[in-house]
């Protein structure tokens, strides 16, 4: 008989580790079964899962003294993208290419006409007389000054305008009283309120609208202000939710089948260790989900693939950690000293595959376009998750079933009697 089984008979349970293992399991199960369906219906689905609108612009300087810059491409890209967000449009990708053109994604959109009139309309914002005389500049208004609400008096849809110099618009609003002050965008008329009585507040009320989403659609176009270019639609196209829906079905179901199949060799061929892989996975899975939804991330077919090659990642951390701790028993030492043993010498190569592969997804990310850098930036995340729970988790767990003398068996973990080697 083997020291191992000496010691093992000298060794009491001690329920205080076990009761621990049982209480974390516990814990995780209970907290993915709970709250687990409300965090993935909680997932934000990309343009190629759940359908939407795209849209190509070609931009152009505002007037000949302007040159093109990529500063200025920026700047219109910022200025779209803030529209965008006013208009309550999720998750829009808004991305410059080449040197005068920019592409607007939108997932989920389903009135396109409105989109396209309220993203694609030029916004050179002027405030002018009757007889198109410039008042005021687009720039005088306040950052975020036009609001869509109900009149706290007559309940009517308004949108209020706040105007950085009171004084100025004081002075607009004495001169033109009772005459309208129409506001442009570029040369196209959007309304023309008429100035009923002195405003000294520089805070100004436009009345008259349908309802409470054309006030809100208002307020939306005043506050994104003036590109710094001219956009001109070359392309648009509408993607069908139908093939995404299809391939993210598809693409769940390989998930969920090939999970459990890995699950149940991990059990099969690790026993104990197998057991504490798929709580740990179960955990990964779900807090990858949790951590997604709280950056805002968005879900792409190319973002499942790489939440799939993160479970066989995860994975792999474990069986590293768990082929070096079989080895360690096989060559004689006690359960605990095999657990330090393989955690410590395991941990080295596990590190070095993380980081590599870290490193080609920023490259990935840097140098790819939207779709790449959705892979990029789950993968990145299901690494950083890993960590947390195949490797410290794992190793936490191990050390419970270890400490706990329940578990202190060979063929718990995998390895034959006749295996071992005597010290």
Do not use: H
Request: one cysteine or more; hydrophobic letters at 45%; glycine letters at 8%.
């Amino acid at each position: 008989m083997y020291w191992l089984k000496k010691e093992e008979l000298r060794e009491m349970i001690k329920w205080s580790r076990l009761v621990t293992l049982l209480l974390i399991t516990a814990v995780v199960i209970g907290t993915v079964a709970l709250t687990g369906k409300k965090v993935a219906m909680g997932t934000t689905l990309g343009l190629d899962l759940r359908g939407g609108f795209e849209i190509l612009y070609e931009v152009a300087p505002l007037n000949e003294n302007q040159k093109l810059t990529t500063q200025t491409l920026k700047d219109a890209t910022k200025a779209l993208d803030n529209r965008v967000n006013k208009l309550g449009i999720a998750e829009p990708e808004i991305q410059a290419e080449g040197t005068n053109r920019i592409r607007v994604r939108l997932a989920g959109v389903t009135d396109q006409e409105r989109a396209r009139d309220l993203i694609g309309k030029p916004a050179n914002l002027t405030f002018r007389d009757k007889d198109g005389k410039i008042l005021m500049q687009g720039s005088d208004l306040a950052e975020n000054g036009a609001q869509g609400v109900l009149d706290s008096q007559t309940q009517q849809p308004v949108v209020t305008l706040q105007f950085k110099d009171a004084k100025k618009f004081a002075d607009v609003t004495q001169k033109y009283i009772g005459q309208p002050m129409a506001i442009f965008l570029d040369d196209q008329l959007v309304t023309a309120p008429v100035i009923k009585s002195v405003i000294p507040s520089g805070t100004a009320q436009i009345d008259g609208q349908k309802n409470i989403q054309e006030a809100k659609d208002l307020a939306a176009i005043l506050n994104a202000g003036a590109l710094p270019v001219k956009m001109k639609e070359v392309f648009s196209t509408s993607v069908g939710a139908k093939l995404g829906q299809e391939a993210l079905k598809n693409g769940v179901e390989a998930g969920i089948i090939g999970t459990i199949i890995v699950l149940l060799f991990m059990i099969v061929y690790y026993r104990i260790p197998g057991v504490i892989a798929c709580i740990t996975l179960v955990a990964y899975i779900y807090l990858l989900l949790l951590v997604q939804n709280l950056m805002g991330a968005t879900l792409t077919l190319p973002g499942i693939a790489a939440f799939i090659l993160g479970i066989g990642m995860a994975v792999d951390a474990n069986i590293i950690m768990y082929e070096r701790i079989k080895e360690e028993l096989r060559s004689g030492k006690s359960y605990l000293s095999a657990l330090r043993a393989g955690s410590k010498r395991s941990l080295s190569t596990i590190l070095d595959a993380n980081v590599t592969s870290i490193i080609a997804s920023l490259v990935l990310f840097y140098f790819g376009s939207s779709a790449i850098r959705g892979f990029a930036v789950i993968l990145i995340l299901s690494i950083i998750v890993s960590m947390i729970t195949a490797v410290a988790g794992s190793r936490f767990l191990m050390n419970l079933a270890v400490r706990s003398n329940l578990f202190n068996k060979p063929g718990y973990y995998g390895v034959k009697e006749r295996d071992i080697r005597e010290l």
